[in-house]
């Protein structure tokens, strides 16, 4: 079963969007298994950022991310990892079509309210940094038959 990270980053979380965000997540029928609040350490996001060090934004991007708490969760589902990206909608909100989370959320050209892994490789990294393997819940959804029936 494919796993993604999700960071509801601190302009969703001081705009009080949380809520709203997550039911977009839940209405498709993807399963969180892991959820943290919390304040991102500048190392913490150095880690997480490292393939962009280097980059003109990569130090904005770091007092970003670490400007205000966070909710970070964990997805579960076939295919999560596209299907959450595809929900995110574009990089920012000025470019992101309606009906995306930064699409209907978002106008800002910096601050863009969500992160999701891009691929397996970084979700795996990416999840390692935030959770141990323990804190990944075990469960399954009632409804998964009808949520997954045909993958
Ligand atoms: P995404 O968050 O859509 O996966 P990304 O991985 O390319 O986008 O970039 C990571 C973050 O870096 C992104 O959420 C916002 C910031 N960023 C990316 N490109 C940028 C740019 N050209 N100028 C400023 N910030 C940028
Ligand atoms: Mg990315």
């Known amino acids: 079963m494919e ?9 969703a979380v001081q705009r009080q969007l949380i809520g ?5 997540f839940e209405e498709k029928g993807l399963q969180i298994i892991a959820s943290r609040f919390m304040h991102i350490t500048r ?5 997480h950022y490292a393939v962009h060090k280097g980059k003109p934004f990569y130090d ?12 970070v969760l964990v997805l579960q589902a076939p295919g999560v990892i596209a299907m959450a990206r595809k929900l995110m909608g574009k990089t920012f909100g000025n470019e992101a079509e309606p009906g ?14 969500i992160h999701g892994s891009d691929s ?5 990294y990416e999840i390692g940094l935030y959770f141990n393997d ?9 409804n998964e038959h009808w949520l997954y029936g045909d993958n």
Do not use: M
Not at 3 to 11: A, E, V
Not at 20 to 24: E, F, K, L, V
Not at 43 to 47: I, V, Y
Not at 134 to 142: D, G, I, R, S, T
């Open 134 to 142: 323990n804190e990944l819940v075990n469960y399954h959804l009632a």
């Open 120 to 124: 397996p490789e970084a979700a795996q």
């Open 60 to 71: 904005s991007l770091l007092n970003y991310i670490t400007s205000g708490p966070v909710l």
């Open 20 to 24: 709203r965000i997550i039911t977009r």
């Open 100 to 113: 995306t989370i930064r699409g209907d959320f978002g106008a800002s050209r910096g601050f863009n309210l």
């Open 3 to 11: 796993r993604t990270l999700i960071i509801i980053k601190p302009d």
């Open 43 to 47: 190392d913490l996001a150095a880690q």
